[in-house]
């Protein structure tokens, strides 16, 4: 199976992740997969092991959050292994699955992962899984309805987001470099950067490229 996606699916319930990969499967059965599964932080810990070792890709991760904790290496949950997955395999497309919906956790799971897939099993089903899982395959993003309204509500307690803030982001969007803005936006630039690192601060909590700030800003629906 030279050609099939590698697929690492992380679930304490072995029913799940069986559940998991017979969706996928019925819903792509033009794609070839191989599945490995883990059901603790510890297994999936050795699996990346193994594919790093034998320097395999691990194409796709579908992440379970409350796992069993791997104490050794102070992996205490799964968004510990989402992000060693992230570290070791940056092409990696991670799915992370959660039953939480605390506001600052996610949030944090958010801008710590950015994962492909962000979703609260309370949103998915039979039907839906498939459907998002396949439209993650083809490249794009997903975050389902219960994560969007908990990370956007808590956005909205954050920071304060006017026009100016909207045409910035909108601009960047559309290549327009920093410098330029004051010909588009009645702001001078030094406004202008004061508000883009306040922005950054408040969606990305780091530094980082204005790449990084636009898709960041796409998946919140804010642009």
Request: aromatic residues 8%.
């Amino acid at each position: 199976m030279s050609n099939a996606l590698n697929v690492l699916v992380v679930d304490d319930h072995p029913m799940t992740s069986d559940a998991y990969i017979n969706l996928i499967t019925m819903a792509c059965s033009d794609v070839k997969f191989n599945f490995e599964k883990a059901i603790d932080c510890e297994t999936a810990f050795r699996q990346i092991e193994l594919y790093t070792k034998f320097e395999n890709q691990i194409d796709i991760a579908i992440i379970d959050i409350g796992l069993p904790p791997f104490r050794n290496e102070k992996i205490t949950s799964g968004t510990g292994i989402a992000k060693l997955i992230k570290e070791k395999f940056v092409s990696c497309k991670v799915i992370i699955l959660t039953m939480h919906h605390e506001a600052l956790l996610l949030n944090d799971i958010f801008k710590t992962i950015n994962p492909e897939g962000f979703l609260s099993k309370n949103d998915i089903d039979f039907v839906t899984f498939p459907k998002i899982f396949s439209s993650i395959l083809n490249n794009n993003r997903y975050i389902s309805k219960t994560i969007y309204e908990a990370l956007i509500s808590l956005f909205k307690q954050n920071i304060n987001w006017d026009e100016y803030d909207s045409q910035i982001m909108l601009f960047l969007k559309k290549g327009i470099k920093t410098k330029e803005l004051p010909n588009y936006i009645a702001l001078s630039l030094s406004t202008i950067e004061k508000r883009k690192a306040n922005i950054k601060h408040q969606l990305l909590n780091k530094k980082g490229t204005d790449n990084e700030l636009i898709e960041v800003a796409k998946n919140l629906n804010l642009i």
